[in-house]
């Protein structure tokens, strides 16, 4: 029995294909599907699923697909053999197709299916927000970042992120499109490099050299360019390792606020890659539930139709975490519900090992020196503000 109920005036949406989780990368590969299995298990305990109305998407089709990757590529996705033995070691083969194979991006049973089932379901979410049936739709299995229109990149094959955003654009003038991941929204930036109706804002943990992607510094704003309508569209916060609650959230309102001032957006996608939190397998920050979910919280007090996406996220247990504190956030019960993890789950059982009483709130994790100054994320603020100097709706 539970005390959550339907939130009043506005209807929240969770959109989740339980066909996701049964596909894997390999033994030693960072990125588990089964974490949204954990995720969901958990909102379900909690009894979150009776205040949302709840979709099984369809994976979306070829034609779906092709509004934004290239017919080579999605033809080779949808043909090549998995690989018998996913290889664990790194591979720096210059032959791989389309950066299909290697140790980042394997080839593995399913491939195409789980690709076009994350599709599924983020177009799903984008559909009910374009229709007004949803006010924030959740869509954990999507969040793909990183792929580009001929290329998989970062544990990415399809771009489920760029194909939600296109279907918005058929209903809303301008989308605005923020990244919460460890790592850069590389993708997402340059598939919308060259229109004004689509702002991007990633922030990221930014070390050229030795931090995936490697792009996203102060300065990329889109291409300037022959009067490109997207230039200074593209909006970056390039971070330090072991950054805080406190100074994430100060930082995100300041960018954000400004942003939604002078954007003025219809819709907006939120990325909640949870690999920004602490103890993350491949992340560097210092972020707690409560300072992740203050993100969403602080996205849905703007009051404007949203779709929240997964993406990022390695360890598993601290992934649900997130993820269902954040269902509560976008359905507006986070203050009620219990802070120990219910007693009655499948799920407790991957929390034994932490404690008998495992906390929703409080992650696994040895907490990172903070690199971060005050002096340069008031530098970064400055920047942005001088970008969005060029914006005006
Ligand atoms: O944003 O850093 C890289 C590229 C390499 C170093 C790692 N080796 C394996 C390949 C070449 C330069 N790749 C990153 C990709 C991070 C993608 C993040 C996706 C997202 O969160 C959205 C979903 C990377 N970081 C860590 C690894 N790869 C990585 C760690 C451990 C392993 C096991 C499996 C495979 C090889 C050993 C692997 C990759
Ligand atoms: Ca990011
Ligand atoms: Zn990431």
Redesign the pocket.
């Known amino acids: 029995i539970s005390n959550i109920t339907r939130p009043k005036g506005y209807n929240v949406s969770f959109h989740y294909q339980p066909e996701m989780e049964k596909h894997h990368f ?1 033994q ?4 588990k599907p089964w974490r949204l299995t954990l995720t969901k298990s958990l909102v379900m305990s909690y009894g979150m699923n009776f205040a949302m109305d709840n979709y099984t998407p369809r994976a979306a089709t070829y034609e779906e697909l092709r509004d934004f990757h290239t017919q080579d590529y999605l033809d080779f996705l949808a043909t090549v053999a998995p690989e018998p033995v996913p290889r ?4 720096h083969n210059p032959d791989l197709k389309f950066n299909l194979g ?3 991006c394997p080839l593995f049973e399913g491939l195409f299916d789980y690709c076009s089932m994350s599709g599924g379901v983020s177009l799903d979410a984008a559909r009910k927000i374009c229709n007004k049936e949803s006010d924030i739709a959740i869509a954990w299995g999507g ?4 792929a580009k229109k001929s290329e998989a990149s ?3 094959y399809i771009n489920d992120i760029v194909l939600a955003i296109l279907q918005l654009l058929r209903h809303h003038p301008r989308v605005l499109y923020i990244d919460i ?3 850069h929204g590389d993708g997402v930036e340059e598939a919308f490099f060259s229109t004004d109706r689509v702002m991007t804002c990633s922030f990221h943990k930014y070390d050229p050299l030795n931090f ?1 992607p490697g792009t996203g510094g102060l300065d990329d704003n889109g291409p300037k360019n022959e009067h490109n309508p997207g230039a200074h569209h593209a909006i970056n916060v390039p971070l330090n390792d072991g950054i805080t609650d406190e100074q994430y959230a100060w930082l995100f309102q300041s960018v954000i606020g400004k942003i939604v001032e002078k954007f003025r957006p219809t819709a907006i996608c939120l990325q909640c ?1 949870a ?1 920004s939190l602490a103890g993350d397998r ?1 992340g560097r920050f210092n972020l707690q539930v409560q300072g992740h979910g203050a993100c969403v919280e602080y996205v849905k007090g703007l009051g404007l139709p949203m779709i929240i996406f997964g ?2 996220g390695y360890t598993p247990r601290n992934v649900a975490r997130a993820w269902a504190y954040e269902t509560a956030v976008a359905i507006g019960c986070q203050g009620r519900i219990d802070p120990v993890i219910p007693q009655h789950t499948v799920w407790r059982e991957h929390f034994r090992q932490e404690s008998l009483l495992p906390s929703l709130e409080q992650i696994v994790g040895e907490p990172r020196q903070n690199r971060n100054t005050q002096k340069r994320l008031q530098d970064v603020i400055q920047h942005v503000h001088e970008q969005l100097r060029f914006v005006n709706q």
């Open positions: 390999g030693t590969h960072p990125m664990d070691l790194d591979n290697g140790s980042d969040g793909l970042h990183h970062g544990f990415c991941d460890v790592h995936f890659g690999d491949i993406g990022g």
